[in-house]
């Protein structure tokens, strides 16, 4: 019999509970078999210099060492609980913090948890292909930490299932396993996660873009009046920092590199600039558009009964919930949302209440903006005359007040010809994707190169050189 307190790190007491470990003696030999499927390509002989986490102490969660993926010690780790914490909101409010599933709100709160599960192992699987045309060995790294985190991620909902939701959660978590992003017949539950991620860049506006859809759903499911589900939300926020750092850091080493070729040649034509092996702006505008529009449909429809329930029943609550000061009920509060009415965009106000995805869609969208204007800081820096800019909250959406009208970037309502002859000059083409990947056709694995089209990064990981083995390949 496996020891699973020794294979899987946790602070859930997993040695005692019999029940738990049963399920995931089925479980765990399940995942790995979607593991070596649906897991990075070819990699699973490779070392990998990766963090592990084995406790929520600050020195606990990040110990650096080479580890075969595989062999990954996926953990349960859930923020310590605090015996005095309360429902914070909604009628509830008051109340103590539920430790088990409240009998009202169990298929609810199932839903909840199964949507956010399934995000994790459909961006591995998004992101399979990657390593094999990696820009370096530091990047290769990073995504493989990504890819092992989301694959905890999974863990952490799995957990959750299992220890909470009897027989269905078991069935939850085998079905977790076995849908498969962009599969017809069986595709993961959310559009964005059925999108390919075909390079590297895609890669990086997917962690910068994509990631933080999950940040501000774990913050908002941090809040929740079921304590097990805050206390596990609050520690899967520690890694998500890392997977938005990687985003963030890698479309700016791309403008970087972009830039300082423009610069040195002095060239401004994309075509010129494609010539010299790097991605024009244009391009990397062209991305922004489709992955931040495609992840802006993440957060649902603008007026939503669901989103209501789910904050009156207490389950899930707003961004940074405690720190706001009114009522944390709103059932008198008003909040505005967009409508296309008379071809023209309107605002409107509706009860906060059923607004609350649109209210969490723009608290992320302004913390988008402060990313975006670092990467523009990367430009202006360079002295290269180029504005990247935040596209329309309604352009190219397909769920919510927006769906199914046809917005141009800078928020105009046009006809669907007039937008459809426009498309690629605001959407990447095939033709976009094609001279991508021609940059991306194999992988730069010689310790501290980099390719052509990216800049390296400030540091290494872990106070470790550029030119370290991050990754060896046996
Ligand atoms: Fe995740
Ligand atoms: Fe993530």
């Known amino acids: 019999m496996i020891d699973y307190t020794d294979r899987i790190p946790n602070n859930v007491d997993l040695g005692r509970d019999r029940v738990l470990q049963r399920a995931l003696e089925h479980w765990q030999p399940a995942y790995l078999d979607w593991w070596y499927d649906m897991g990075p390509t070819e990699s699973h002989s490779y070392e990998v210099y990766l963090r592990t986490a084995i406790s929520v102490e600050p020195d606990g969660w990040a110990q650096f060492g080479y580890v075969k993926m595989p062999e990954y010690r996926w953990g349960i780790f859930l923020q310590p609980r605090d015996e005095s914490r309360q429902v914070n909101f909604g009628t509830h409010k008051g109340q103590p913090a539920w430790q088990e599933v409240p009998g ?81 017949d069986n595709p993961r539950i959310l559009g964005a996660f059925n999108e390919p991620t075909p390079d590297w860049l895609a890669f990086y506006m997917f962690t910068f873009f994509t990631d933080r859809d999950g940040k501000f759903q774990l913050c908002a499911l941090a809040e929740s009046g079921f304590d097990p589900l805050s206390r596990t ?25 972009t830039c300082e070729v423009m610069k040195q040649h002095n060239i401004e034509d994309p075509a010129d600039v494609r010539s010299q092996g790097v991605i024009d702006l244009q391009t990397i505008q062209r991305y922004l558009n489709f992955h931040y529009s495609v992840t802006l449909d993440l957060y649902g429809s603008d007026v939503s009964s669901n989103a209501a329930n789910y904050f009156t029943s207490g389950l899930k609550g707003r961004f940074r919930e405690t720190k706001l000061e009114d009522d944390h009920v709103l059932s008198s509060a008003d909040y505005p949302v967009f409508e296309v009415s008379g071809g023209k965009i309107v605002t409107k106000q509706v009860g906060a209440l059923t607004a609350l995805n649109e209210r969490l869609r723009d608290d992320y969208i302004e913390e988008i903006k402060d990313g975006v204007s670092r990467w523009q800081r990367v430009i202006d820096h360079a002295g290269v005359p180029f504005k990247l800019t935040l596209p329309h909250k309604g352009f190219h959406r397909a769920i919510g007040n927006f769906a199914g009208h046809y917005i141009t970037p800078d928020g105009q309502v046009v006809r669907e010809e007039a937008w459809k002859q426009r498309q690629y000059e605001w959407l990447p083409s095939d033709a976009d994707y094609k001279y991508v990947q021609s940059l991306m056709c194999g992988r730069v694995a010689e310790p501290g190169k980099f390719a052509n089209w990216i800049a390296p990064p400030l540091r290494g990981i872990n106070s470790q050189p550029l030119n370290f083995e991050y990754v060896r390949f046996n």
């Open 104 to 184: 009202e709100y169990r298929s609810a709160l199932r839903r909840i948890i199964v949507t956010q599960g399934d995000t994790e192992p459909a961006s591995v699987e998004q992101q399979k292909m990657l390593g094999l045309s990696c820009p370096s060995l530091y990047d290769l790294r990073n995504i493989f930490q990504v890819n092992v985190e989301e694959g905890r991620h999974l863990w952490a909902m799995v957990y959750l299932l299992h220890r909470y939701f009897g027989r269905d959660g078991r069935e939850e978590a085998e079905s977790l396993l076995a849908r498969r992003s962009g599969d017809e």
């Open 233 to 257: 939300c609050r520690f899967m926020l520690t890694e998500e920092a890392h997977h938005m750092f990687v985003g963030e850091t890698g479309v700016g080493r791309i403008i970087q590199r």
